[in-house]
Protein backbone atom coordinates (compact mmCIF):
# COMPACT_ATOMS: atom_id res chain seq x y z
CA UNK A 1 0.00 0.00 0.00
CA UNK A 2 1.46 3.01 -0.83
CA UNK A 3 -0.05 7.03 -1.40
CA UNK A 4 1.21 9.14 -4.50
CA UNK A 5 1.23 12.53 -4.38
CA UNK A 6 1.26 14.13 -7.42
CA UNK A 7 1.70 18.14 -7.32
CA UNK A 8 2.22 20.19 -10.64
CA UNK A 9 1.27 23.53 -12.64
CA UNK A 10 0.01 23.64 -15.65
CA UNK A 11 -1.09 26.55 -18.16
CA UNK A 12 -2.31 24.68 -21.54
CA UNK A 13 -2.71 21.41 -19.93
CA UNK A 14 0.46 19.35 -20.84
CA UNK A 15 2.11 18.90 -17.74
CA UNK A 16 -1.60 18.09 -16.29
CA UNK A 17 -1.88 15.39 -18.83
CA UNK A 18 1.75 14.04 -18.66
CA UNK A 19 0.44 14.23 -14.54
CA UNK A 20 -2.79 11.78 -15.27
CA UNK A 21 -1.05 9.59 -17.31
CA UNK A 22 1.61 9.21 -14.31
CA UNK A 23 -1.49 8.92 -11.79
CA UNK A 24 -3.29 5.78 -14.11
CA UNK A 25 0.72 4.17 -13.97
CA UNK A 26 0.27 4.15 -10.29
CA UNK A 27 -3.22 3.16 -10.05
CA UNK A 28 -2.17 -0.02 -12.02
CA UNK A 29 0.09 -1.17 -9.12
CA UNK A 30 -2.17 -2.89 -6.79
CA UNK A 31 -2.41 -1.10 -3.30
CA UNK A 32 -1.34 1.63 -4.80
CA UNK A 33 -3.52 5.15 -4.70
CA UNK A 34 -2.41 8.74 -6.84
CA UNK A 35 -3.67 11.70 -5.69
CA UNK A 36 -3.61 14.93 -8.12
CA UNK A 37 -3.03 18.33 -6.81
CA UNK A 38 -2.44 21.65 -7.99
CA UNK A 39 1.10 23.24 -7.02
CA UNK A 40 -0.96 26.33 -5.72
CA UNK A 41 -3.79 24.21 -3.74
CA UNK A 42 -1.12 21.84 -2.08
CA UNK A 43 -0.09 21.97 1.42
CA UNK A 44 2.55 20.24 3.71
CA UNK A 45 0.42 18.24 5.34
CA UNK A 46 -0.53 16.96 2.01
CA UNK A 47 3.38 15.86 1.71
CA UNK A 48 3.46 14.61 5.46
CA UNK A 49 0.16 12.19 4.32
CA UNK A 50 2.06 10.99 1.02
CA UNK A 51 4.62 7.94 1.20
CA UNK A 52 5.99 9.55 -2.02
CA UNK A 53 6.20 12.88 -3.55
CA UNK A 54 6.16 13.91 -7.23
CA UNK A 55 6.35 17.12 -8.72
CA UNK A 56 5.71 18.74 -12.47
CA UNK A 57 5.92 21.53 -14.32
CA UNK A 58 6.30 23.44 -17.13
CA UNK A 59 9.47 24.67 -18.73
CA UNK A 60 9.71 28.47 -18.34
CA UNK A 61 12.69 29.81 -19.41
CA UNK A 62 14.76 26.38 -18.72
CA UNK A 63 13.35 26.63 -14.75
CA UNK A 64 10.32 25.44 -12.92
CA UNK A 65 8.01 28.24 -12.98
CA UNK A 66 6.70 30.33 -10.44
CA UNK A 67 3.84 28.16 -9.01
CA UNK A 68 6.15 25.28 -8.48
CA UNK A 69 8.61 27.17 -6.86
CA UNK A 70 6.34 28.51 -4.55
CA UNK A 71 4.92 25.51 -3.23
CA UNK A 72 8.31 24.01 -2.86
CA UNK A 73 9.73 27.30 -0.63
CA UNK A 74 6.41 27.91 1.20
CA UNK A 75 4.93 24.14 1.83
CA UNK A 76 8.51 22.11 1.73
CA UNK A 77 10.61 24.47 3.53
CA UNK A 78 9.34 23.84 6.74
CA UNK A 79 9.48 19.96 6.02
CA UNK A 80 13.41 20.51 5.00
CA UNK A 81 14.12 22.33 8.36
CA UNK A 82 12.61 19.75 10.62
CA UNK A 83 13.80 16.70 8.58
CA UNK A 84 10.01 15.19 8.20
CA UNK A 85 9.90 13.67 4.91
CA UNK A 86 13.48 12.10 5.02
CA UNK A 87 13.29 8.66 3.36
CA UNK A 88 10.00 8.94 1.64
CA UNK A 89 10.27 8.58 -2.46
CA UNK A 90 10.18 11.86 -5.01
CA UNK A 91 10.26 12.10 -8.41
CA UNK A 92 9.86 14.54 -11.29
CA UNK A 93 8.50 15.13 -14.92
CA UNK A 94 8.58 18.92 -17.10
CA UNK A 95 6.66 19.42 -20.08
CA UNK A 96 8.47 22.06 -22.79
CA UNK A 97 7.59 23.22 -25.78
CA UNK A 98 10.66 21.71 -27.17
CA UNK A 99 13.14 24.64 -27.95
CA UNK A 100 16.71 23.25 -28.66
CA UNK A 101 17.55 19.47 -29.02
CA UNK A 102 16.40 18.54 -25.15
CA UNK A 103 13.47 20.88 -25.26
CA UNK A 104 15.88 24.09 -23.82
CA UNK A 105 15.93 23.58 -20.16
CA UNK A 106 14.23 20.38 -19.72
CA UNK A 107 16.93 18.98 -18.19
CA UNK A 108 18.16 21.72 -15.83
CA UNK A 109 14.15 21.86 -14.94
CA UNK A 110 14.07 18.47 -13.82
CA UNK A 111 17.43 18.68 -12.24
CA UNK A 112 16.26 21.29 -10.55
CA UNK A 113 13.28 19.59 -9.34
CA UNK A 114 15.19 16.34 -8.01
CA UNK A 115 18.00 18.62 -6.21
CA UNK A 116 15.07 20.33 -3.81
CA UNK A 117 13.95 16.63 -3.73
CA UNK A 118 17.51 15.42 -2.31
CA UNK A 119 17.41 18.18 0.04
CA UNK A 120 14.18 16.70 1.31
CA UNK A 121 16.44 13.22 2.13
CA UNK A 122 14.04 11.86 -0.30
CA UNK A 123 14.73 8.58 -2.31
CA UNK A 124 14.51 9.88 -5.76
CA UNK A 125 13.55 7.49 -8.95
CA UNK A 126 14.97 7.81 -12.05
CA UNK A 127 14.20 6.53 -15.70
CA UNK A 128 15.12 3.90 -17.30
CA UNK A 129 15.78 4.27 -21.25
CA UNK A 130 13.44 1.37 -21.98
CA UNK A 131 10.64 2.94 -21.02
CA UNK A 132 8.00 2.52 -23.86
CA UNK A 133 8.71 6.00 -26.26
CA UNK A 134 11.59 7.14 -24.03
CA UNK A 135 13.05 8.09 -27.02
CA UNK A 136 11.19 10.87 -27.50
CA UNK A 137 9.32 11.90 -23.93
CA UNK A 138 11.99 10.64 -21.67
CA UNK A 139 15.08 11.26 -19.91
CA UNK A 140 16.84 9.73 -17.03
CA UNK A 141 16.02 12.10 -14.66
CA UNK A 142 12.01 11.90 -15.28
CA UNK A 143 9.46 12.13 -17.74
CA UNK A 144 9.68 14.85 -20.53
CA UNK A 145 6.62 15.99 -22.21
CA UNK A 146 7.59 18.14 -25.59
CA UNK A 147 4.46 20.42 -26.45
CA UNK A 148 5.11 21.66 -29.97
CA UNK A 149 6.60 19.95 -33.48
CA UNK A 150 9.99 20.16 -34.22
CA UNK A 151 9.97 23.55 -35.83
CA UNK A 152 7.75 24.64 -32.99
CA UNK A 153 3.94 24.88 -34.56
CA UNK A 154 1.58 23.89 -32.31
CA UNK A 155 0.21 20.19 -32.21
CA UNK A 156 -3.40 20.00 -32.49
CA UNK A 157 -4.91 18.60 -29.56
CA UNK A 158 -2.40 19.39 -27.52
CA UNK A 159 0.53 16.87 -25.94
CA UNK A 160 0.21 13.78 -28.10
CA UNK A 161 -1.33 10.40 -25.67
CA UNK A 162 1.89 8.74 -27.39
CA UNK A 163 4.55 11.46 -25.40
CA UNK A 164 3.24 10.33 -22.10
CA UNK A 165 4.06 7.07 -21.94
CA UNK A 166 7.34 7.59 -20.27
CA UNK A 167 5.14 9.33 -17.36
CA UNK A 168 2.79 6.32 -16.82
CA UNK A 169 5.49 4.15 -16.65
CA UNK A 170 7.30 6.56 -14.19
CA UNK A 171 4.46 6.33 -12.75
CA UNK A 172 3.99 1.96 -12.14
CA UNK A 173 8.02 2.47 -10.97
CA UNK A 174 7.28 5.54 -8.86
CA UNK A 175 4.61 3.14 -6.89
CA UNK A 176 6.60 -0.12 -6.96
CA UNK A 177 9.25 1.48 -4.62
CA UNK A 178 7.14 3.17 -2.89
CA UNK A 179 5.20 0.08 -1.99
CA UNK A 180 8.60 -1.92 -1.61
CA UNK A 181 9.52 0.40 1.16
CA UNK A 182 6.32 0.64 3.18
CA UNK A 183 6.93 0.85 6.79
CA UNK A 184 10.91 0.50 6.18
CA UNK A 185 13.34 2.39 7.74
CA UNK A 186 16.11 3.39 5.59
CA UNK A 187 17.97 6.34 7.24
CA UNK A 188 18.43 7.42 10.61
C1 LIG B 1 7.28 32.23 -19.78
C2 LIG B 1 7.45 30.96 -20.58
C3 LIG B 1 8.72 30.46 -20.76
C4 LIG B 1 8.91 29.27 -21.49
N1 LIG B 1 10.17 28.76 -21.62
C5 LIG B 1 10.36 27.60 -22.29
C6 LIG B 1 11.66 27.01 -22.39
O1 LIG B 1 12.64 27.52 -21.86
N2 LIG B 1 11.79 25.83 -23.07
C7 LIG B 1 10.72 25.21 -23.65
O2 LIG B 1 10.91 24.15 -24.26
N3 LIG B 1 9.47 25.72 -23.56
C8 LIG B 1 9.27 26.90 -22.90
N4 LIG B 1 8.00 27.43 -22.79
C9 LIG B 1 6.87 26.70 -23.36
C10 LIG B 1 6.14 25.82 -22.34
O3 LIG B 1 7.04 25.02 -21.61
C11 LIG B 1 5.17 24.93 -23.10
O4 LIG B 1 4.15 25.74 -23.65
C12 LIG B 1 4.53 23.82 -22.26
O5 LIG B 1 3.55 23.16 -23.02
C13 LIG B 1 3.87 24.36 -21.04
O6 LIG B 1 3.27 23.31 -20.30
P1 LIG B 1 1.71 23.31 -20.02
O7 LIG B 1 1.04 22.87 -21.29
O8 LIG B 1 1.52 22.35 -18.91
O9 LIG B 1 1.30 24.70 -19.64
C14 LIG B 1 7.79 28.60 -22.07
C15 LIG B 1 6.51 29.15 -21.88
C16 LIG B 1 6.34 30.30 -21.14
C17 LIG B 1 4.93 30.83 -20.92
Known amino acids: MARILIVF ?5 GTGKMARALAQGVESVE ?12 KAED ?27 TQCGGLWMGDK ?3 KVGAVFACGSGYGGAGSG ?5 LAMLNNLAELGMILVPLPKNAPNYQQSGLQWGAYGRAHN ?12 ERTQ ?8 IARLASALSGQKIFD
Open 9 to 13: SSDHD
Open 31 to 42: GCSAKLMQAEEA
Open 47 to 73: VLAADALVLGTPVHMGSMDWRMKKFID
Open 85 to 87: VIG
Open 106 to 110: AELTL
Open 150 to 161: EDLSPIDGGLPD
Open 166 to 173: PSRAHGVH
